[in-house]
């Protein structure tokens, strides 16, 4: 696709988006140092489009880039969230949630989500985590990559060290995995499969 044909495209995105902001009257761009006093939008606002985080940072729903130390998001969250700390988001979240220390979605999460610790607590998450320790309280589907990895009910590859899920369909491949529903053996070394 040429430019010329192309700019009416990225013209009408970039007006569809300003208006569902508008509509919204989320805020476009957020800096805070700590919440919920000290940052421009207050906690209890949307953000869409940039939001940093220089200590602590917390609003009702994000959508965009989410750079910081920790980053909460009270509400869901859509978009790329990376934080030195921890990413926080009590509701659902759609996107990719790095940080070095901890990931947590306490809703469905879909995407990629990594960090020291990667947690997933709702029901339906799909993706990938890729954290030392990878954490579904539910059903979690995809690919989980780590050197402890557990799930309630897992549906695809565990990969790590330690795998564990109370309902497995699927793979796992480490040294030790423990499947509980499993018809042969609950715990196998190197490999363990139920489908």
Known sequence: MKLPRLLPVLTGCLAFTAAITAARADAVFQFGFFAPDLQLVESTANVSGLRIDFVYGENANVSGLDLGVVNSTTGDFLGLGWAVGANLVDGNATGI???WIYSHTGGTFAGWQSGLIARASGAGSIGLQSGWINLAEKDFSG???????????????????????EHLDGLQIGLVNYAANSDVYKILPLVNWQF
């Open 143 to 165: 690919v989980q990559f780590g050197l402890l990895n557990r799930a309630e009910t897992f549906k695809g590859l565990q990969l790590g060290f330690v795998n564990m899920a």
């Open 97 to 99: 949630q790095w940080s």
